[in-house]
């Protein structure tokens, strides 16, 4: 079926039409951003690497998220989620505000995701790998395909065939009472959340190691999990789907623990 799009302020912009952008997806309750400082660097970083001139102000940010928030109301515990745009268009960039309820329930983040591997390869030499753009035809793609089958998240392996990311998240194993997570080198976003479970795991004395992870080493880890900012860090699995893990649903209390 084909749909006609209501008017778009941003449609004639070619950042807009060809993926030309950088965005931030962030998890909102009673209008606090978690990690806002964090999504706000990362996206700065981004648009002064790719030769934006100035940078996005908090004020600025907030003020355009009070706005959009009043008409949105969470599905979980009064949680709703941001997409903060800025569409880039030479040295200047057009900042938008996007905002949905939250898409997951308790049930489904205790449960386990199940994820395949995708046929697709991710390069460490793609620049856009370690920025979260808005040219995400191809995530997108793979992770609908996968949906269809029965899959919550597709990973994909780089050149090395060695373990880079999920279509949405970063990825841990853990194998012999040590966790491990691919390095920002295995061409990687650097996620927020990833950097949060990074930091916990040291502070409370859990081995954690970024590393090289193959495709073997997935297959026989003892554990698998899943981190972005909005599902704050879910056990996976290639294989049949498990019941909850304390160790990991833990984690992710402390993560969701943060926000009040």
């Not at 959009?68 to 569409?87: F, H, N, P, T």
């Not at 491990?180 to 409370?204: V, W």
Request: hydrophobic share 40%; net charge negative.
């Amino acid at each position: 079926m084909i749909l006609q799009l209501k008017h778009n302020k941003f449609a004639n912009l070619e950042a807009f039409q060809f993926g030309m952008g950088i965005f931030e997806t962030m998890l909102v309750k009673n209008g606090v951003a978690l990690d806002y400082d964090a999504h706000l660097d990362r996206l700065n970083r981004s648009l002064s690497y790719f030769g934006v001139r100035g940078h996005v102000e908090a004020g600025e940010v907030q003020a355009l998220m009070s706005q959009r928030l009043q008409s949105v109301s969470g599905s979980e515990d009064d949680c709703s989620v941001v997409k903060l745009i800025a569409y880039l268009e030479g040295e200047d960039a057009y900042l938008d505000v996007v905002e949905k309820n939250y898409p997951y329930t308790i049930e489904k983040l205790n449960g386990c995701f199940k994820i395949s591997l995708s046929w697709a390869m991710q390069t460490t030499t793609n620049e856009l790998n370690y920025h979260k753009t808005t040219n995400y035809f191809e995530r997108l793609r793979l992770l609908r395909e996968a949906n269809r089958q029965g899959f919550d998240e597709v990973v994909r392996l780089n050149e090395f065939q060695q373990v880079a990311e999920g279509a949405k998240t970063n990825i841990f194993i853990k194998k012999d009472g040590i966790w491990f997570t691919p390095s920002l080198e295995s061409g990687i976003l650097p996620g927020i959340a990833r950097e949060y479970f990074i930091g916990i795991m040291k502070q409370q004395g859990v081995p954690i190691i970024e590393t090289v992870i193959t495709k073997e080493e997935l297959h026989t880890a003892d554990k698998i999990a899943l981190s972005n900012s909005l599902i704050g860090l879910v056990e996976a699995t290639l294989t049949d789907l498990k019941g909850a893990d304390t160790e990991i649903g833990q984690l992710r209390n402390t993560y969701f623990g943060r926000i009040k």
